[in-house]
Nanobody
Framework: QVQLVESGGGLVQAGGSLRLSCAAS?????????MGWFRQAPGKEREFVAA????????YYADSVKGRFTISRDNAKNTVYLQMNSLKPEDTAVYYC?????????????????WGQGTQVTVSS
């Protein structure tokens, strides 16, 4: 079993920055898991934001966040991060951390096995 806990959400003004963290734990978790970030805004489907391979060598981003968000991981701390810069009001959503068993990196919600509870990010104009 794997448990994921997100933190770092909050309220910021447009153009500001936030850094989300996701702490992983559980006997089933290992550092070879693919980690991803997704978000869901009111009235919308949950969408892919970013993902990272086990060693951080491969990263993937939604077009809407490329150049503004950076995903990273610290395997020694069992933690994945999402650095969000130049935030826009349209980035407002609940952000979820997700983990996928070792293997190829996917961007589909259905491919991920474990999910955190989500953390709210609100960007004011």
């Amino acid at each position: 079993q794997v448990q994921l806990v997100e933190s770092g959400g909050g309220l910021v003004q447009a153009g500001g920055s936030l850094r989300l963290s996701c702490a992983a734990s559980g006997r089933s978790f290992n550092n070879y898991y693919v980690m991803g970030w997704f978000r869901q805004a009111p009235g919308k489907e949950r969408e892919f934001v970013a993902a990272i391979s086990w060693n951080g060598g491969n990263t993937y981003y939604a077009d809407s966040v490329k150049g503004r968000f950076t995903i990273s991981r610290d395997n020694a701390k069992n933690t994945v991060y999402l650095q969000m810069n130049s935030l826009k009001p349209e980035d407002t959503a609940v952000y979820y951390c997700a983990a996928d068993r070792p293997g190829p990196v996917f961007i589909s919600v259905d491919e991920y096995d474990y999910w955190g509870q989500g953390t709210q990010v609100t960007v004011s104009s």
